[in-house]
DNA sequence: TCATGTTGCTTGCAAAAAGCAAGTCATAAA
DNA sequence: TTTATGACTTGCTTTTTGCAAGCAACATGA
């Protein structure tokens, strides 16, 4: 089942996992704090149920996300990042950046202000931390 | 027909324009020095020749890249990144570096190995290993 | 002049992925 | 017993993707 890969470009390669409109957003509500699935389903963008169902068990069989049962009866899972997962950081806050400067009406949301490190405009691994 | 944003977030509003597979390997390429419609078909990853003729359109649109007549009789276009779409270089750094770190089978081939610069990556390399 | 080749695309169509609404299942609380 | 919550799954329609062809504007060679 598993597909060949395009090329051996690394730039392919990551984009044949992280190359669509989902998966960035929910590492980034992962990086932000989000740990539920619902916490998952609430950001802004209102990611589809089904859609983020799939794209949770695409990052986990990447390993980039983790799923553990935080609690027994009734049973509760919580999501996070792997450290394949926080590796991806300093890509999201260059994607960041390059929104922020050069897409029209694009912010950070006051909550998120307080999360990021943006003075260092120098990426550094700890600014999402 | 333009859409309406999902959110503010610069991060999603980056990949309402780059998430796919394709947009930035075209990007790479025009990096890379790439600049005809042919060049850009002969990437390692066979990209469809309908895709890349919408991928160039949307990326035009969006200002990320321009295309010129560089020769009449027979008219020949050539395609190159805008300032827009140069700032894209620090995304395509980090993503490749992150392939190149977590993504098994991956490698830059050596003729790009001579365009990039290579201190960076290395450096950040074994800030992952 | 005619056949052939090259560049830069467009068109048609089947298959895959996305998007939306509704349903399911295991509890738990009222 | 009814209602609620968390974490998904299923069904169905729409959109996007991925081949394979086709096409127009020249250029070159016979």
Known sequence: MKKIQRSQCPLANALDVLGDKWSLLVIRDLALGASTYGELLQAPEGIPTNLLADRLKRLQAQEIVEKTAYQQRPVRYSYSLTEKGNGLKPVLLELLKWGLAYVPDTRLPDAV???????????????LD
Chains 1, 2 share one sequence.
């Open 113 to 127: 202000l307080g999360k990021i490190n943006l003075k260092s405009v120098v990426r550094n691994q700890s600014d």
